[in-house]
């Protein structure tokens, strides 16, 4: 059996994930990475991914205010050896993973999927409890 790209994380993944986004966050919240890039902007942990391997990790970040992602990340990028050490005095793992960093765009699709459910041909489907299934009316 091979495990292949579409495969559901193990619990293991899940928990080092879990951990490793919090001592992110922890991190980034205590305000410990001192570069222009975030300056004044708050930057929130989403999620971490973690390979099958633990070796890598591919951490999802959002800006609050929807301010742009690029300088952000670029200033993450240059700074994920840092962050890298500051983890692993927080988690206790064997390996730290090798950490890159992107921009999570579920709340940019959030935001679409509810202005379509507001869309008035939408709620129209929606909202109508007197149609049938196949499109006819109710008798």
Known sequence: M???PDK???QRQLRVGEELRHALAWVLERGEVHDPGLHGLPVTVTEVSVSPDLRN?????VSLG????????DA??????FL???VALKVNLRYVPNLSFRADSGFDNAGHIETLLKDPHV??????P???EDGGHGA
């Open 2 to 4: 091979t495990k292949g």
């Open 76 to 81: 993450l990028g240059r700074a994920k050896s």
């Open 123 to 128: 709620i129209q489907d929606l909202g109508n």
């Open 57 to 61: 990790a591919t951490v999802f970040v």
């Open 8 to 10: 559901a994380p193990s």
């Open 130 to 132: 007197d149609t049938d």
């Open 84 to 86: 890298k050490h500051r």
């Open 66 to 73: 929807g301010k742009d992602m690029g300088d952000a990340l």
